[in-house]
Each structure stands twice: as C-alpha cells, then as structure tokens.
C-alpha cells in the first residue's frame, strides 16, 4: 500500500486544529499522524523490519503507540470469553480462531512540554519512567520538501546515534515519533546517520473525522504505573520474559527436560544479543 498517496496537506490539518486547542479535557484527540518505522534489529542481516505507529495529539500532550499493539487491544477486548463452572469458578479464554496482534513495540510514550513518559509492562506490572525533552537540537539553515510538506534541517545526538531530522514549522505541534520532540514544528521525517533507523510520516487523518472522538489508548496502559529509572525498567523486562521462557519450557514435560529447553533457549538469547542493533545504544 502506498501511504504517501493518503497524506493530506497538513498545513490544512493545522488550520483546522486551532480552533479546538482549547484547555485539557479529557484527551480528545485532536489530531492524529501515522509514521511508518523501518529499522535493521540485526546486524547479521540487512533486512528492514517495518510497523505502523500512531501519533495522537490531545490538548497540551501527545501518544505514540504501535498500531499493531492497538489492533492487539481491540481484539482482545472484543474477543474475550467468560465461562461460569458449576464448582463456581470462572474461566477465562478466547473466541474460535481468533489470532492477536503480535508487537515488539508494547510501549506506550506520551510527550508534554516538559517531559516524556515511557510505560511499558513487565509481567503484570506496568512500570513508568520519566525523561526531559530534547534541548540539545542543532538547527541547520537547510529546507526540503518531504512529500509536498516543507521541511527545516536539525540535528541532534542522542542515547549512542546520531540523528537528522526534518520538521515542519507550518505544524507547529512540537511533537515526533518516539521521544523525538522538542522542536519547533512536527516532525516530518527523522533517520540516524547510520541508516539503521528511520520514521517517517506516511498520513495524517483530517479533522473532520476526529471531532467528538477521544484518545483510544487503554487508560490501564499509562495510568496507575510504577515509577522507576530506565535502567531498572529493561531489567524488570528481561526477568519477566525470562520467566515466562522457564514456564514455557516446564509446561507439560518433564522437569528435567524442561531444565534443558530452558537452557537452550537462554543460550540463543544470548547469542542473538551480541547481534542486537537497539535504537538506543545508551541509557
């Protein structure tokens, strides 16, 4: 599908904008910008990983979300079975068929003025840390236009890579994917100068179809989190899934087979990681 066939001129969407930057009610959302991600995982392979992302602007914040993790939300909650036993008890499962989503990308970020929040979930608990926006932008007198949209040149390094990104003050929303923002326009388009990484707006979705509608991230993915330092959150993550290999490989065979899977499969991970290309090389 091409995406860029779909993207509106934005100046428009902005114009349109204004009049609702009204103050903070209840995350409506008033604006709404799809960034496709490629980025290379492995640096066994030149392969390109690519996802959907969503921007949404409420008021005075805005949420970027994989859209395969909200596809995944929507088709559980839509999918979910209950079952009364006749000892009393309930259990819980799936309808016939139905397959969920799958995403490495089951973070949530949301940008303020001041700060970004990064919540992701380890296990059953839902952890949160918080960063300061970028103030270390370098911008270059340099233009160009990214699909009809006219665009200014800044630079910036951050967390291990170097990267350029091209912004539009047309939009003046100081938001972008990930915890790029900081800027003095929407971010149109940003890539490290490796190449490994690159996002870059594909569509914007017009006014007219978000009027009366509400940010559609479950609360329960950003509220009522435990605060933490980033740090302490991959670490809580890596447990978590390492436990959930160990029960993997334990359930239905023997203990001591199950020992064994459990080993080979850490021995993978750790081989793999002396492979892994993350998008942040610091912390």
């Known amino acids: 599908m091409n995406y860029h ?4 001129p934005l100046f428009i969407l902005f ?9 903070y009610k209840k995350d409506s959302l008033r604006g709404e910008f799809v960034y496709q991600l490629k980025a290379k995982f492995d640096t066994r392979t030149e392969n390109r990983h690519e996802e959907l992302f969503l921007l949404q602007l409420a008021d005075n914040r805005a949420f970027f979300v994989s859209s395969v993790s909200l596809k995944g939300d929507s088709v559980m909650a839509n999918s979910g079975t209950t ?3 006749s000892d009393g008890s309930i259990t819980l499962g799936w309808k016939k068929d139905v397959v969920i989503p799958k995403t490495n990308f089951n ?6 003025n001041e700060n970004i929040q990064f919540f992701d979930h380890a296990g059953m608990s839902l952890l949160t840390y918080k960063e300061p926006v970028i103030k270390t932008w370098k911008l270059v007198d340099e233009t160009k236009v990214i699909n009809t949209i006219n665009c200014k040149k800044a630079e910036v390094s951050f967390k291990g890579r170097n990267w350029i990104a091209w912004y539009s003050p047309e939009i003046p929303f100081p938001y972008g994917p990930m915890k790029f923002s900081g800027l003095p326009g929407l971010i149109i ?9 690159d996002f870059e707006l594909v569509k914007s979705v017009p ?13 329960s993915r950003y509220t009522e989190a435990i605060e933490t330092t980033q740090p302490k959150l991959k670490e809580a993550v890596r447990n978590a899934d390492a436990n959930a290999a160990a029960a993997l490989a334990s359930y239905g065979t023997t203990i001591i087979k199950g020992q064994e899977m459990l080993r080979e499969r850490e021995k993978q991970r750790e081989e793999n990681k002396k492979y892994e290309n993350p998008l942040e090389l610091s912390n």
């Open 107 to 112: 973070f949530i970020i949301i940008q303020a």
């Open 189 to 197: 388009k940003i890539t490290d100068d490796k190449g490994d990484y």
């Open 5 to 8: 066939k779909k993207l509106l």
């Open 83 to 85: 079952t009364h036993n």
């Open 207 to 219: 006014v007219s179809k978000l009027k009366g509608k509400v940010i559609n991230i479950k609360k």
């Open 15 to 23: 114009y349109s904008i204004l009049p609702y930057a009204q103050s």
